[in-house]
């Protein structure tokens, strides 16, 4: 299947520092992809999709200015968490479909952030 | 949007049993509904998936059904195996092309 890398597996940040988490599409171009949010033991909530070119689209109640997103290639997104804090420790995981494909997602392999 | 609820969230089965896993969607438009594996710290797999123009679908030991009436979908896991112990999600994929998961059930098989 497709591939979605993700990168860094992991961070550790102090409070109110900026964390960029990168979201690649290796052998596919996505015009779009999903960034999900998922604390210990819960699903995964959709925060956003990010769309190559133009505003990413924020779920309700996602602070778009808390969680910057930019979508600059067809190849890659990313995840600004910025002003850090402990709260905001989860496991962040990214996704995108293959449009040469059906409609199976693909995941990356995800991001945990630690706010200390 | 769509919302997708997810019964039961913790199931313990014996090795050997039949595991069943339920889903329903609010959003009658939505077209596709894959399965998840996740274990602990990793990525989700999907293990199985099915459309909306069909009923039922089989892959070995696991098989999903589909009532597009009743806006549910169930996940059935037949001779479990140790294996088997994971955190499933279904999901349900809208008409903006956005996958809605389902709350999640934490399956443990008991050898």
């Known amino acids: 299947g497709a591939v979605v890398s993700q990168h860094p597996s992991w961070v550790i940040c102090k409070s109110g520092t900026s964390v960029k988490i990168e979201c690649r599409s290796l052998?596919?171009?996505?015009?779009?992809m999903f960034w999900y949010r998922q604390f210990p033991k819960q699903s995964l909530m959709l925060m956003a999709t990010s769309n190559e070119g133009s505003k990413a689209t924020y779920e309700q109640g996602v602070e778009k200015d808390k969680f910057l997103i930019n979508h600059a290639s067809l190849t890659l997104s990313t995840l600004t968490v910025t002003s850090a804090h402990p709260e905001d420790s989860s496991f962040y995981i990214c996704?995108?479909?293959?449009?040469?494909?059906?409609?199976?997602?693909?995941f990356g392999q995800g991001t945990r952030l630690t706010v200390v | 949007g769509e919302n997708v609820e997810q019964h039961p969230s913790t199931l313990s089965v014996q090795e050997g049993d039949s595991a069943v896993i339920k889903c329903t969607y609010s959003d009658s438009a939505s077209n596709y509904f894959p399965w998840y594996k996740q274990e602990l710290g990793k990525r989700p797999q999907l293990i199985i998936d099915i459309r909306s123009n069909v009923g039922e679908k089989k892959d070995q030991r696991i098989a999903v059904t589909l009532n597009k009436t009743a806006k549910h979908f169930s996940l059935h896991i037949t001779e479990t195996q140790p294996e088997d112990s994971a955190v499933y999600f279904c999901?349900?994929?809208?008409?903006?092309?956005?996958?809605?998961f389902g709350t999640g059930t934490s399956l443990t098989v008991i050898p």
């Open positions: 052998d596919f171009q996505a015009t779009t």
């Open positions: 996704s995108a479909r293959d449009p040469r494909g059906l409609d199976e997602a693909f």
């Open positions: 999901a349900a994929l809208n008409t903006g092309n956005q996958f809605y």
